[in-house]
Nanobody, 122 residues
Framework: QVQLVESGGGLVQAGGSLRLSCAAS????????LAWFRQTPGRDREFVGF????????FYADSLKGRFTISRESAKNTAYLQMNSLIPEDTAVYYC???????????????WGQGTQVTVSS
């Protein structure tokens, strides 16, 4: 069983930055895919990007490429989502998820965190 806990959300002004963390417990990651998604009320969960735990390669949604960066710290079994140049449209609950298939669709992921709210003010 894998437990995921996101943190680092909050209120930030447009143009600012935030770094979210996703701390994992229950197993030490090796070949897993850790993804970030986001969701606003009334909308489907939106793919942000993922990282292949080993070798640490990443893939992003086209619309977010260049502003968002995913990294991981294996020693802490923790992944990060660095978000720069934030805009109000980035306001959402952000979730991390773990699976074994590199995919952009939520059902491909087996474990989910509880989410952390990010609010970007204009």
């Amino acid at each position: 069983q894998v437990q995921l806990v996101e943190s680092g959300g909050g209120l930030v002004q447009a143009g600012g930055s935030l770094r979210l963390s996703c701390a994992a417990s229950g197993r030490t990651f090796s070949g897993e895919i850790l993804a970030w998604f986001r969701q606003t009320p009334g909308r489907d969960r939106e793919f942000v990007g993922f990282i292949r735990w080993n070798p640490g390669s990443t893939f992003y949604a086209d619309s977010l490429k260049g502003r968002f960066t995913i990294s991981r710290e294996s020693a802490k079994n923790t992944a990060y989502l660095q978000m720069n140049s934030l805009i109000p449209e980035d306001t959402a609950v952000y979730y991390c998820a773990v699976g074994w298939v590199a995919a952009v669709l939520p059902p491909s992921y087996n474990y989910w965190g509880q989410g952390t709210q990010v609010t970007v003010s204009s």
